[in-house]
């Protein structure tokens, strides 16, 4: 089922982070505008919003985020030069990155947290359920997590989150959700939810990843949720509103994801990706596979 068919048709992105996990490379450069092997982080998501049927896509971006806009641009002059020399392969590239939808940016200006980027995207959404990625998240084409999110929405209406059952000694890391369990497997209704708990204090270990389809009753929910954890609004403060009183936007259900994940927010994480996802390439994997043995066999 594409997303299309459930009503959602509209991604949110929030890209507004200052990246200080990544310094000094992100101080001009956003940390979204990092490769991972020879696309931008950023394209993956959006890429993975297309591939689910959303074509209409609004950035929450900040300062020092111009480097965004220009890489979902045109940039005719260089791909009259790739077609001059008649380097087809790459031009299909660029041109691939230049037009993937329907693209839109907004500022968040002073960055309040996840919660209050999600509530700059309230002009532009209006009265529609959308979809919210966290750059963070690269989730493999092969899983279609976001086709199965949507399914469940047009099950059970309300919000629906994407959850992933972690080592107990790493739920700190994450917001953390109480769960039940429904009549499929993979789908559970979410009690309460719970932003990074100290250890030992966790409700499970279902953690919430970046990717939500939120009933537009969010935003009045966000409207009113005083700043929490680390000074920040949290939306997962307002989805626990959603969760303890379905009557404001409906029930919030979670998606327990067992696919492939990767994660580059995190350094050592963020490099772990690129050589799995260089692994795996074609035309760079075979090649990559064998230095790593030899590197591995020298460093042993």
Same mark, same amino acid.
């Given at each position: 089922?594409?997303?299309?068919?459930?009503?959602?048709?509209?991604?949110?992105?929030?890209?507004?982070?200052?990246?200080?996990?990544?310094?000094?490379?992100?101080?001009?450069?956003?940390?979204?505008?990092?490769?991972?092997?020879?696309?931008?982080?950023?394209?993956?998501?959006?890429?993975?919003?297309?591939?689910?049927?959303?074509?209409?896509?609004?950035?929450?971006?900040?300062?020092?985020?111009?480097?965004?806009?220009?890489?979902?641009?045109?940039?005719?002059?260089?791909?009259?030069?790739?077609?001059?020399?008649?380097?087809?392969?790459?031009?299909?590239?660029?041109?691939?990155?230049?037009?993937?939808?329907?693209?839109?940016?907004?500022?968040?200006?002073?960055?309040?947290?996840?919660?209050?980027?999600?509530?700059?995207?309230?002009?532009?959404?209006?009265?529609?359920?959308?979809?919210?990625?966290?750059?963070?998240?690269?989730?493999?084409?092969?899983?279609?997590?976001?086709?199965?999110?949507?399914?469940?929405?047009?099950?059970?209406?309300?919000?629906?989150?994407?959850?992933?059952?972690?080592?107990?000694?790493?739920?700190?890391?994450?917001?953390?959700?109480?769960?039940?369990?429904? &009549?499929?497997?993979?789908? $559970?209704? #979410?009690?309460?939810? =719970?932003?990074? +708990? @100290?250890?030992? /204090? &966790?409700?499970?270990?279902? $953690?919430? #990843?970046?990717?939500? =389809?939120?009933? +537009? @009753?969010?935003? /009045?929910?966000?409207?009113?949720?005083?700043?929490?954890?680390?000074?920040?609004?949290?939306?997962?403060?307002?989805?626990?509103?959603?969760?303890?009183?379905?009557?404001?936007?409906?029930?919030?259900?979670?998606?327990?994801?067992?696919?492939?994940?990767?994660?580059?927010?995190?350094?050592?994480?963020?490099?772990?990706?690129?050589?799995?996802?260089?692994?795996?390439?074609?035309?760079?994997?075979?090649?990559?596979?064998?230095?790593?043995?030899?590197?591995?066999?020298?460093?042993?």
């Amino acid at each position: 089922m594409n997303t299309a068919h459930s009503g959602l048709v509209k991604a949110v992105i929030p890209a507004a982070g200052l990246g200080t996990r990544f310094l000094p490379a992100t101080k001009a450069t956003p940390k979204e505008m990092l490769p991972v092997v020879d696309k931008p982080a950023i394209q993956y998501v959006v890429e993975e919003a297309l591939a689910a049927g959303l074509t209409d896509v609004l950035m929450i971006t900040g300062r020092n985020k111009y480097a965004l806009e220009e890489h979902f641009d045109r940039n005719c002059e260089l791909e009259d030069t790739l077609r001059r020399k008649g380097d087809y392969e790459r031009l299909s590239r660029i041109e691939q990155s230049a037009d993937p939808a329907t693209l839109h940016y907004v500022r968040q200006g002073d960055p309040r947290g996840l919660g209050h980027a999600v509530l700059c995207a309230q002009p532009h959404v209006g009265d529609e359920p959308f979809v919210v990625l966290l750059g963070d998240d690269l989730i493999d084409p092969r899983d279609p997590l976001l086709t199965r999110m949507a399914e469940v929405r047009q099950e059970f209406g309300g919000s629906v989150v994407a959850l992933m059952e972690v080592d107990p000694d790493q739920v700190h890391l994450y917001g953390c959700a109480s769960v039940r369990p429904t &009549a499929d497997e993979d789908v $559970v209704r #979410i009690t309460d939810l =719970v932003e990074k +708990p @100290a250890p030992g /204090e &966790a409700p499970s270990n279902h $953690v919430v #990843i970046g990717r939500y =389809v939120l009933d +537009p @009753a969010v935003f /009045e929910v966000l409207r009113t949720t005083e700043p929490g954890r680390g000074g920040e609004i949290q939306l997962t403060d307002a989805l626990r509103r959603l969760a303890e009183d379905e009557t404001i936007g409906g029930p919030v259900h979670g998606v327990v994801f067992k696919g492939r994940r990767y994660d580059t927010g995190d350094r050592g994480d963020y490099l772990r990706t690129i050589v799995r996802l260089a692994c795996e390439r074609e035309d760079l994997g075979p090649d990559f596979r064998a230095w790593l043995r030899q590197l591995v066999a020298e460093g042993s």
